[in-house]
């Protein structure tokens, strides 16, 4: 299996990796994608009331969402 290393487009749904437990969380899209010192990152928004989260995702904690 192949792993897709292009950065996820804005406004795609997607699962997120909980810092709690590291099970993936559904719910959210792709806010903005963030480029920082060579890496990709996303800001996510929560579609369940819309609300952007405060924190940065790193890319390898964020996958696409089978919607």
């Known amino acids: 299996m192949s792993v897709d290393l ?3 487009d804005a ?3 997607v699962a ?3 810092y709690y437990d590291g099970d993936w ?3 959210f899209s792709i806010a903005e994608v963030i480029l920082k010192a060579g890496e990709v990152w996303y800001r996510i928004r ?3 009331d819309n609300a952007v ?7 390898q904690d964020v996958i696409p969402d089978r919607v």
């Open 6 to 8: 292009r950065p996820i």
């Open 11 to 13: 406004g795609r749904p």
């Open 16 to 18: 997120i990796r909980s």
């Open 25 to 27: 969380a559904r719910g």
């Open 46 to 48: 929560r579609l369940a």
């Open 53 to 59: 989260l405060p924190a940065l995702f790193a890319f």
